[in-house]
């Protein structure tokens, strides 16, 4: 049985976001072979949605032709990887350590299934049993994630190539709601996004103030 979250303490930190929400969404992706980039490039992609205070000592994977493998190890158990959930996106994520235990897992293999020519419905029934079955886990506390680089190549949830869009932030506290939040009506105000709304994903978006740059340009 589900336990409603409660309301959060880092509401207070949310800044506004005057742009629609890149991130991707459950049920918002495109299935197919994604092209496989270079190692290199992408390991330095992947060590650019983070500051370096977070990326230099995490663990790197990257994309191979039957999943993610680890390309770099780390000491810190923070984690990186260039998630692809649209054929032509480019979505350097960088991890916490718990959310690279939990959240993070449950984008690679939605990435790999969906790799694997999936259908991005049934990807999400899949994700969701596994998770209900215990092999996918959800965050225990409010677990944290980078999107800041300058070459994110995103897509919004209806297609639309956004590009780089904002460099932000995401706090993912599984199946937060508006009226956890406090709001009177099913929405939530223009100040914050609410990704995922009720779900095992759920998630609300930080906008901040630079990108960071892939190394090598």
């Known amino acids: ?66 999943g993610y493998e680890l390309a770099e190890r780390g000491t810190s158990g923070a984690a990186c990887f260039v998630s692809r959930d649209w054929l032509e996106s480019i979505e350097p994520v960088c991890y916490d350590p718990e959310a690279s235990r939990t959240i993070m897992r449950i984008g690679m293999r939605r990435v790999e299934l969906l790799h694997a020519g999936m259908p991005v419905g049934e990807v999400d029934a899949l994700v969701e049993r596994e998770i209900a079955a215990g092999e996918l886990s959800l965050p225990s506390r409010v677990a944290v994630s980078w999107m800041q680089s300058s070459a994110q190549r995103l897509i919004s949830d209806d297609g639309t190539p956004v590009g780089s869009w ?28 609410l990704v995922d709304e009720g779900k095992s994903t759920s998630m609300m978006m930080i906008v901040v103030d630079r990108f960071v740059e892939p190394a090598g340009g």
């Not at 409603?4 to 930190?13: K, Q």
């Open 166 to 193: 904002r460099p932000h932030l995401m706090l993912y506290y599984p199946y937060l709601t508006a009226a956890d939040l406090g709001f009177s009506d099913a929405a939530a105000p223009a100040e914050l996004i």
């Open 1 to 66: 049985m589900r336990t409603a979250p409660r309301p959060l303490a880092v509401l207070a930190l949310l800044l506004p976001l005057a742009a629609p929400a890149a991130a991707q969404s459950a049920g918002s992706a495109q299935a197919g072979e994604r092209t496989l980039l270079p190692r290199e490039r992408e390991v330095a992609l992947a060590r650019s949605a983070a500051p370096a205070e977070v990326s230099a000592a995490a663990d790197v994977w990257v994309l191979g032709p039957s």
